[in-house]
């Protein structure tokens, strides 16, 4: 990917108009052609406007394997275009590069363990490794909030409150970076919903987790729609032999399938679903096995 399709995806993930980047550093039209392709920028401006969305610099950083595009958002888009081969050769490519930081071999591998079901002999020394480095490290980069999503999915269950207490941290630490702060809540949904999965009856970690997200503010509704939700899960796995309420979780739903939220649709349903169904999940505003079946 070139810079100016980088920027582009960028500025889009914060939800921020043409507009709104570019008041006051140039013109809408200019930046519009910009991300067209259709013109460059100045490296001043350039720095202007990144500063404006807070843009992490390593996102266009150039490396060998991945021309304009850094590891990171090349891994970034391996994932959401489900590429197990390139990102394999990725991985063989990088496993050779003598100058090489470990962190990158480690995310390929975590990546593939976690998304693409693949499995290594060194395993655990790779979870352990790569863990070890989140806890040493006083202030994430963006490759250490990715690394920490595949260990949300890879590390035992045993461990997996500590590292959210970790990841937590670091939301707090870098709360105003709308880079960062999406990442390390999803990371944050992610692990208290794996939590509340794999061991229902004992939700006491998870729900510790789901605290831990007090200090750091959602900036986009798709965050908040993920936090309410979880939050609505979580309360009905502590009402005993009380009625579960389904009316919320019904609401957000239904209002991200009129909006057509496929993607959010996509990304949290199949997290969520296997709760849903262990609390017997019923409606009356959409069609429950339809929506299972779509979306989950």
Known sequence: MDINTIFQQLRRERHL?????????????????????????????????????????SEFVPSKAGGSANRVQLVRKMIVERAKDPLVSLLKYLEHEDTLSPQFVWLCKL???AEFNMSFSDKEEVIQAAMAHLYQQEYWPLVSLEIC????????????????????RQGALRKHDINFTPYAISNQLRGVLRLLRENPDHSEPAQHAFGELANI???????????CLTRELLGNTSKGACPL?????????????????????????PLMAPIMRQQGFTTDLFVVQDFYSDYA
Do not use: H
């Open 149 to 168: 999503s595949q260990l949300v999915l890879l590390t035992p269950l045993t461990s997996l409150p500590t590292l959210l207490s970790t990841n937590a």
């Open 217 to 227: 503010e959602p900036q986009q509704y798709e965050d908040e729609f993920a936090i």
């Open 245 to 269: 309420d389904f009316s919320a979780i019904a609401n957000i739903f239904n209002t991200c399938l009129i909006l057509g939220s496929a993607d959010f649709l996509r990304s949290w349903v």
């Open 17 to 57: 108009s043409q507009s709104q980047v570019s008041t006051g550093i140039i013109s809408v039209s200019t930046l519009s052609r910009f991300e067209a392709g259709k013109t460059s920028l100045s490296a001043v401006t350039l720095v202007a406007l990144l500063n404006r969305m807070q843009a992490d610099w």
């Open 111 to 113: 990546v593939l363990m």
